[in-house]
């Protein structure tokens, strides 16, 4: 398959293949032919279904085995989404490592676009160096904002202040080559945002793939039984070990109260090193 680092992914076995077909843009699927992209949602938890040890703190549970297929499935996909208080906490690159020759990584046609989901314009893009440091030696794609077109509670409530403020952060991501998106409403964290309106503004701008890989309130927010249908894999790497009680935690809104919020279909399970990997198909709700 390739490497990563000095791990040799080449010996993976029939199950990581699966997984990575499960997790592949190339299948066609019933988002693409409506014109929306394929929608991978892939994230890291532990045994009490905890992803972070508290908001805002960067843990870290995957081990090198399962980093090494996260770095696959992203030359796998055009975009990498993630949320701004993700992106605030974690100074992510957002680009992939991986290796066809154990020499030298993917080129820049292989390496997926960042773009930070923010409906609320909290992103500190001086906090994310590490992804326009990339962008800006050519081993990574720049940055595209994804803003609603209405950010909090009423319509139209941006300052003059977050004007300015807007401004100067576009005039930062276009000097490195990135860009914007507008797209949906806002109203608040509980109501979420509106992803159907969201994936197609991502497919009018040539995106046919995406990784979404959090955090938990992008996660939770893409269960939700409204938008299971956008969904077309969910990947996750199951770490050993418990991180207790208090921490960020993947469970989304319950539409039913006697009811599973949600049930996976062709279901792949992998040992990879230490932690485990589930693979399948979310079946929409209702």
């Known amino acids: 398959m390739g490497t990563f680092g000095n791990l040799d992914t080449s010996a993976s076995?029939?199950?990581l293949e699966a997984a990575a077909t499960i997790g592949s843009s190339s299948a066609t699927s019933l988002s693409t032919i409506r014109g929306l992209p394929h929608v991978t949602l892939t994230y890291a938890q532990s045994l009490d279904s905890q992803i972070s040890l508290r908001p805002g703190q960067r843990t870290t549970l995957s081990g090198i085995?399962?980093?090494?297929?996260?770095?696959?499935?992203?030359t796998n996909h055009d975009a990498i989404l993630i949320g701004a208080g993700t992106a605030n906490a974690d100074n992510p690159g957002l680009n992939t490592s991986f290796s066809h020759d154990g020499v030298s990584i993917v080129?820049?046609?292989e390496q997926p676009r960042p773009i930070?989901?923010?409906?609320?314009?909290?992103?500190?893009e001086?906090?994310?160096q590490k992804m326009f440091r990339l962008a800006k030696a050519g081993v990574g794609r720049a940055p595209w904002w994804l803003i609603c077109e209405y950010p909090v509670e009423e319509e139209g409530a941006v300052s003059p202040t977050d004007a300015k403020r807007d401004e100067e952060r576009i005039e930062k991501i276009k000097a490195v080559g990135g860009g914007i998106i507008k797209s949906g409403n806002y109203g608040?964290?509980?109501e979420g945002v509106e992803w159907e309106k969201i994936l197609k503004a991502m497919w009018d701008t040539g995106?046919?793939?995406v990784m979404i890989e959090g955090g938990a309130t992008v996660i939770n927010d893409l269960l939700r039984a409204r938008n299971q249908h956008l969904v077309t894999s969910v990947i996750v790497t199951i770490a050993p070990t418990y991180l207790g009680s208090?921490?960020?935690?993947v469970a989304p809104p319950r539409s039913m109260p006697d009811e599973n919020e949600a049930r996976l279909s062709q279901t792949t399970w992998i040992p990879f090193g230490q932690d485990v990997v589930m693979a399948g198909r979310l079946a929409p709700k209702g």
């Open 188 to 190: 608040n964290r509980d």
């Open 13 to 15: 076995n029939s199950g």
């Open 65 to 74: 085995e399962t980093k090494a297929m996260t770095q696959f499935l992203r």
């Open 116 to 124: 930070i989901l923010d409906p609320g314009r909290s992103w500190r």
């Open 246 to 249: 208090g921490g960020v935690v």
């Open 107 to 109: 080129g820049l046609a």
């Open 207 to 209: 995106i046919r793939s």
């Open 126 to 128: 001086e906090k994310c």
